[in-house]
T-cell receptor, first 110, second 116 residues
């Protein structure tokens, strides 16, 4: 079974502060991890995937297999980062489904 | 670039009625996924299709069925609707393979179903 846990339902920071959105997963094989973002009244959009090892909008995420984590980080939060963030996992076949975490609502205050 | 198109955007039905949602994937994408997101909930996987064949099945009620057609669009049929079926239904598509953009799900804007 595959499971994704985002322990924080809500995260509130001030503009310019560092932000870390936590994600832990449970999967017996080698998972593929993603972060999706959902801005207010918009569709889910891919933010990052771990195999790309890239930084998007200043966000990075490193897969830590030892801790089974894929935390999302940004050193200086911006107001436009306010959104719902979902961590997602795909195991098994390359066209397999994504399993989402419960989501974290990030609010960045001015 | 064309995105995943879902219709209708909003749908209001009464209990025990039937609803059909449609999804038009990104051109050349061969895999379609359906997700249900209840109020305040994370998206829950319902079902997926790869090359018009069901590839995976999640927590889809027996009252629901889906298929993918020859033009790769997909329809989710929901019968005997219940109040608890009120949710945002997302469709996503992806292209299988080994390329840089392969196997990345692109989501539609969703169809919001309200059951009264």
């Amino acid at each position: 079974a595959q499971r994704v846990t985002q322990p924080e339902k809500l995260l509130s920071v001030f503009k310019g502060a560092p932000v870390e959105l936590k994600c832990n997963y449970s999967y017996s094989g080698s998972p593929e991890l993603f972060w999706y973002v959902q801005y207010s009244r918009q569709r889910l959009q891919l933010l990052l995937r771990h195999i790309s090892r890239e930084s998007i909008k200043g966000f990075t995420a490193d897969l830590n297999k030892g801790e089974t984590s894929f935390h999302l980080k940004k050193p200086f939060a911006q107001e436009e980062d306010s959104a719902m963030y979902y961590c997602a996992l795909r195991g098994g076949t390359s066209y397999g489904k994504l399993t989402f975490g419960q989501g974290t609502i990030l609010t960045v205050h001015p | 670039a064309a995105g995943v198109i879902q219709s209708p955007r909003h749908l209001i039905k009464e209990k025990r009625e039937t609803a059909t949602l449609k999804c038009y994937p990104i051109p050349r994408h061969d895999t379609v996924y359906w997700y249900q997101q209840g109020p305040g909930q994370d998206p829950q996987f319902l079902i997926s299709f790869y090359e018009k064949m069901q590839s995976d099945k999640g927590s889809i009620p027996d009252r629901f069925s889906a298929q993918q057609f020859s033009d790769y669009h997909s329809e989710l049929n929901m019968s005997s609707l219940e109040l608890g079926d009120s949710a945002l239904y997302f469709c996503a598509s992806s292209l299988s393979g080994a390329g840089a953009g392969a196997n990345v799900l692109t989501f539609g804007a969703g169809s919001r179903l309200t059951v009264l």
